[in-house]
């Protein structure tokens, strides 16, 4: 049943895709483009708002959220107060709903309803989340509810809280809401966090990560944050796409949270990634891409408007894709990272202790627009690859990986999708192509008869060669130009992972010792 404040609102459930797209451009919310895509954008909000999001500090889960600045509490009456006015301010609008499925595996399957003021917002929620048919609906039960209303604002001064944005999760009264930012990925995260919530007491770990697989089912994981490389690496035409950002990792295997891909697409190319490149066609979205006025062409290469244009797409549309996106445990994990000192090497295995210390780590670059206020790559420490959206305690997650890890075997490396040469401003990006060669050979075996040695400032084991890519790009040290301006970085990015980690008091002794020796 849907919540009783909001069965009496002018709904239009379930809409085509092609009514969707007919409704979102006579509304004005946006185009087709030359591909059939339709494009829009986001307003002053190209990227997430983290610091304007919101849990209901109630008895249920008083207890298990890890209260802080990523989860920061609201309380019921100030929830309740904001709901009110957005209820009346829902009143004699047009709305759009969906009914949806959150989980590929029915045995871990989430129901959601999407309720949006914006045609365009509805399309991106039917084609990332998993759509309600004839075959499943008899399980759409006590479903959480999204409320999407872009037009409405929160008074910062009479609410309590900072700003006019919000996204606020009740999970007693089942229900999100969303208000002030055009940003569609807010809907897609708030989901993700509500999985990330649930599943840990099914003993189900939630991964903020793609996965693929290859003919014989073999498959891998690519955990990382936004820009790091997740949908680009396991979007592989040699491997079968099992999902592009959020998975689960239970007793029976892995699955995927969505039915769609969210994909950045920042001087996306035709040649270096073929299957996005043609995933975006009708029924995809564009957000914040320009549209060449006289071909309707997008140019992907313009960043105007952000660095962090989008497409979404659902997950059929690319070739061979994994449906429904369920898979066996995996062989091999890869952390990605986008090292902005550029001293990281370029991949690296890990043992089971250093898995977990750089999983707990989290060490990445911010990359421009993926947030609010963020021009330029920042170092900065994200727990598991996902902490915006992790209500719980870390140690919850990392425990959960550790016991799948060991229990199936699975062999761990990390690769650096970031700089190379020298840090940002002075080094170049890693090649993409070095990159894919990489991860095919960790993937396929390529590099287990391999020698490896070990650099002194991390202790991260280096191949001494993979296939086809020269050996000088393998030792970061060997690509800068000045070795000493390359030990400084080092020593600097050391020391800041021994800074971060002291968060993890109860962490054990071996898993602090897996990181950078400590150095005087």
């Not at 993409?432 to 040695?453: C, H, K, N, S, W």
Request: hydrophobic share 35%; aromatic share 10%.
């Amino acid at each position: 049943m849907i919540d009783k404040h909001l069965s009496s609102l002018d709904v239009a459930w379930n809409l085509s895709v092609p009514r969707l797209v007919e409704q979102a451009i006579a509304r004005g919310e946006g185009q087709l483009t030359a591909t059939g895509a339709f494009a829009t954008t986001t307003g002053k909000f190209t990227g997430r708002s983290p610091k304007d999001k919101y849990i209901v500090d109630e008895p249920s889960v008083h207890s298990a959220i890890d209260w802080g600045p990523v989860n920061q509490p609201i309380s019921e009456s100030q929830f309740d107060q904001i709901y009110e006015r957005l209820l009346r301010y829902m009143k004699g609008r047009q709305w759009f709903g969906l009914n949806a499925f959150a989980g590929a595996d029915p045995a871990y399957r989430l129901p959601i309803r999407v309720l949006t003021e914006y045609a365009w917002h509805q399309l991106f929620a039917r084609q990332l989340l998993i759509n309600a048919t004839d075959d499943n609906l008899d399980s759409f039960r006590e479903p959480f509810t999204v409320v999407d209303a872009p037009g409405f604002y929160a008074d910062p001064e009479r609410d309590d809280i900072r700003s006019g944005t919000f996204i606020i999760i009740h999970f007693a009264k089942r229900l999100i809401l969303i208000g002030g930012t055009e940003y569609a990925g807010e809907i897609k995260k708030s989901v993700f966090s509500l999985m990330n919530y649930l599943l840990p007491d099914q003993n189900v770990l939630p991964m903020h990560c793609s996965a693929n697989m290859d003919s014989s089912g073999r498959t891998a994981l690519f955990f990382g944050l936004s820009g790091t490389g997740k949908t680009t690496l396991s979007t592989d035409p040699n491997r079968r796409l099992i999902g592009d950002d959020e998975h689960g990792w239970s007793d029976r295997g892995i699955f995927n949270m969505e039915g769609g891909c969210y994909a950045k697409c920042i001087n996306l190319s035709r040649e270096k990634e073929p299957q996005i490149y043609n995933a975006i066609r009708f029924g995809s979205v564009l957000e914040n891409v320009i549209i060449d006025r006289e071909t309707g062409v997008p140019v992907y290469d313009d960043s105007s408007l952000t660095e962090n244009t989008r497409a979404a797409y659902p997950i059929e549309y690319i070739e061979q894709a994994v449906i429904p996106g369920i898979g066996r445990h995996p062989e091999v994990i890869v952390f990605l990272t986008a090292d902005a000192f550029g001293v990281l090497p370029p991949i690296a295995r890990l043992s089971t202790d250093q898995a977990m210390y750089y999983f707990l780590s989290g060490y990445t670059s911010k990359l421009a627009g993926t947030e609010r206020g963020v021009t330029q790559p920042e170092a900065t420490f994200s727990t598991c690859f996902g902490a915006p959206f992790l209500p719980r305690p870390a140690q919850e997650y990392a425990q959960l990986l550790g016991e799948r890890i060991a229990q199936h075997g699975t062999q761990v490396y990390l690769v650096n999708t970031g700089w190379t040469g020298g840090p940002y401003g002075t080094g170049e990006r890693m090649k993409l192509a070095y990159t894919r060669a990489m991860v095919r050979a960790a993937i396929d075996g390529a590099l287990e008869d391999v020698p490896f040695e070990r650099e002194p400032y991390f202790h991260l084991s280096i191949p001494s060669h993979c296939p086809d890519v020269p050996s000088d790009v393998l030792n970061p040290k060997h690509t800068w130009s000045d070795p000493e301006a390359y030990e400084r970085k080092a020593r600097e990015l050391a020391a800041r992972f021994h800074d971060n980690f002291q968060r993890f008091s109860y962490v054990a002794e071996k898993i602090r010792k897996a990181g950078p020796p400590v150095r005087g």
